[in-house]
């Protein structure tokens, strides 16, 4: 039997596990998980059937990467290694392989993984054979704005693929003497900013009613957004009893929970702790604030939700277009911005490592408009 590529069996049913199968070497394989390959996958782990159809389908493509570049080995639970290259020579795909790999081992969070394997995948298939047998430095300029060119039916599009094949490159340069710029040097496209409109004053308190009696977590979720900065989609998601201090009136933060890589320890205000100590109650210390169990809501947990509500909020006039979750954050900071104009105290509550960031942040809300700039320029009588 010949080798065939991996396929993946599966049924309705989320009690009966699911796999991927291959014929290798003369023998039908059957992998349930990606430790083979050493890969943390298990789908059959997964909560719903569409989570678990998303991680088969990883699986298959991860299998299917160890089979081609020959890291596969029957029954050796081995870490996956990058195929061993003349050291004198490393080919272009050699070393976008090495870049990938080295990414989907760092702590970036899923979604980020799924863009950068995609980006690898479709750049590698743009090359040709003669291309990605060769150096990485003569992949030329004008070979890089043909590939992107296939993604400029918008600005956005066009610049979030140039900036994701822009990180393996530069994962690549860490390992080059001569640097590489074609990405830097591409051609740029205007991509318009994804808006997070700020709520009106009035808007606030109907918005938060209608959540808390339609979708308890997401209020709570929104709620903390708003009264503490958190981020919600990675910081507030995973947040556990253990993250709660101080008889509920702080929330402490290490360096790997929260973006800005550091110790963060937000205040909790009155209104959120009077609603956070009844759902508080009775949890363990490693329970989520959200399933009441040690496991955390899957990532795309408050984006689904917020999805739905959004639209029975449009349908009876309660929010506007390009209002989400992320809005509360912004709210709370034109807020905080208009009633101190101190930009060191915005910059700590926001969690921002640079005060520049925390500019452009209040800019892009339009909480500072360049009139308003003109009162703190220098003066001079001459």
Not at 291 to 311: D, G, L, M, V
Request: glycine letters at 4%; a positive charge.
């Amino acid at each position: 039997m010949k080798n065939t590529l991996p396929r993946i069996v599966t049924s309705k049913d989320l009690n009966s596990r699911s796999y991927v199968t291959f014929y290798y070497l003369g023998k039908r394989i059957r992998e349930y998980n990606g430790d083979s390959i050493n890969i943390d996958l298990k789908p059959n782990t997964a909560n719903s059937i569409k989570e678990r159809n998303q991680l088969l389908k990883k699986l298959e493509y991860e299998y299917t990467k160890a089979l081609e570049n020959k890291h596969y080995q029957i029954n050796v639970k081995e870490p996956l290694s990058i195929t061993v290259i003349e050291p004198s020579f490393i080919t272009a795909k050699g070393y976008l392989d090495q870049a990938i790999a080295k990414k989907l081992k760092s702590n970036i969070n899923n979604k980020y993984k799924t863009n950068l394997e995609t980006i690898h995948t479709q750049f590698l298939k743009f090359l040709n054979e003669r291309e990605k047998s060769g150096r990485i430095e003569n992949i030329s300029l004008a070979r890089v704005e043909d590939f992107l060119s296939n993604y400029s039916s918008s600005g956005t599009y066009y610049m979030n693929k140039r900036r994701d094949l822009g990180v393996l490159f530069s994962t690549i340069n860490k390992q080059l003497k001569n640097k590489i710029h074609i990405i830097q040097d591409s051609e740029k496209m205007k991509s318009s900013a994804k808006l997070h409109k700020v709520y009106q004053e009035e808007q606030i308190k109907p918005i938060l009613d209608f959540l808390k009696e339609n979708h308890h977590n997401l209020y709570i979720c929104c709620l903390i957004t708003y009264a503490t900065f958190l981020r919600p989609h990675h910081e507030i998601r995973a947040l556990k009893l253990s993250h709660i201090k101080n008889d509920c009136t702080e929330i402490h933060l290490d360096g790997a929970e929260n973006k800005g890589k550091r110790i963060r320890i937000v205040y909790i205000p009155d209104y959120l702790r009077k609603e956070l100590l009844p759902l508080i109650d009775g949890l363990t210390l490693n329970d989520s604030l959200f399933t009441k169990t040690i496991e955390i809501p899957n990532e795309y947990y408050f984006s689904t939700a917020w999805t739905r509500q959004f639209k029975a909020m449009q349908r009876i006039g309660l929010i506007e277009k390009n209002q989400t979750i992320y809005s509360f954050r912004h709210t709370a900071a034109v807020q905080v911005y208009n009633k101190t104009k101190d930009l060191h105290i915005l910059q700590q509550l926001l969690g921002h490592s640079d005060m520049i960031v925390t500019l452009k942040y209040l800019r892009g809300l339009a909480a500072i408009k360049n009139e308003n700039l003109k009162d703190v320029m220098p003066t001079l009588n001459l």
